[in-house]
């Protein structure tokens, strides 16, 4: 029945990160497709507008398209099942003039958040042809697009924030580079003795110090400040 796979975009072309993903969609929509004699199946990826599509003939991508549709405005809460297009009462009006297969289950797939990330689902050329066997089995096969597609999802919110940690520790060791750097001179104030530092901020010897060094500034008293301080114990 199913003579040749034809992708709504490249299948295997993606980078290395999605490739796995690619091959687990291919061989879900064939497996259900396949289990449930269904002539056409899809699984679409809304994020990026991704599809991939398990189609009988190549004209077969535009009526799946009219179910694709369909299934994101009608099976939000449960699975669309559409036993007769021409007689389902929610698709009366919108039907008329469109291509679509005569019969279709689709499942709209959520993230654990409730965000909705795509759908999936197989259509049928004759009406009555979907039982119940097969809406558990295409809701099966549903729920694994789906943990795929939740695994991606969390997958690249850790690359992205792996990649955020690292632009930060990057700009984080030039600041420090930069703040440790050798100096040829060090602007000490005259008056006070503070030192201006590269931010042009006054700070204290002890400060400037440990601002560009890994040493620990401690306190004491030479001998010509410890005689001016505590004469009565100098002599």
Not at 28 to 39: D, F, Q, V
């Amino acid at each position: 029945m199913h003579e040749h796979l034809v992708p709504w975009s490249p299948l295997h072309r993606t980078a290395t990160f999605e490739s796995d993903l690619d091959c687990a969609f291919e061989d879900l929509i064939a497996l259900a497709a396949h289990a449930a004699h269904a002539r056409d199946a899809w699984i679409h990826r809304i994020e990026d507008d991704r599809r991939w599509s398990l189609l009988a003939t190549e004209e077969a991508a535009e009526s799946l398209r009219a179910a694709l549709r369909w299934t994101l405005q009608y099976g939000a809460r449960e699975p669309l099942v559409v036993v007769d297009v021409e007689r389902d009462a929610r698709l009366v009006g919108g039907a008329s003039g469109v291509r679509a297969p005569r019969a279709f289950v689709g499942f709209v797939l959520c993230a654990h958040d409730g965000v909705t990330m795509g759908s999936c689902g197989v259509s049928f050329d004759a009406p009555n042809a979907i039982d119940v066997q097969c809406v558990h089995l295409v809701q099966r096969v549903a729920r694994q697009v789906e943990l795929c597609l939740r695994m991606r999802r969390e997958l690249c919110a850790a690359r992205d924030a792996l990649d955020t940690l690292g632009s930060l520790h990057e700009r984080s060791s030039e600041h420090s580079a930069r703040e440790r750097a050798p100096l040829d001179s060090i602007p000490i104030c005259a008056g006070c003795k503070a030192v201006r530092g590269d931010d042009a901020q006054w700070r204290t010897v002890e400060d400037f110090i440990a601002s560009r060094t890994p040493l620990r500034c401690t306190q004491g008293l030479c001998p010509q400040c410890a005689r001016k301080m505590y004469p009565e114990f100098s002599r």
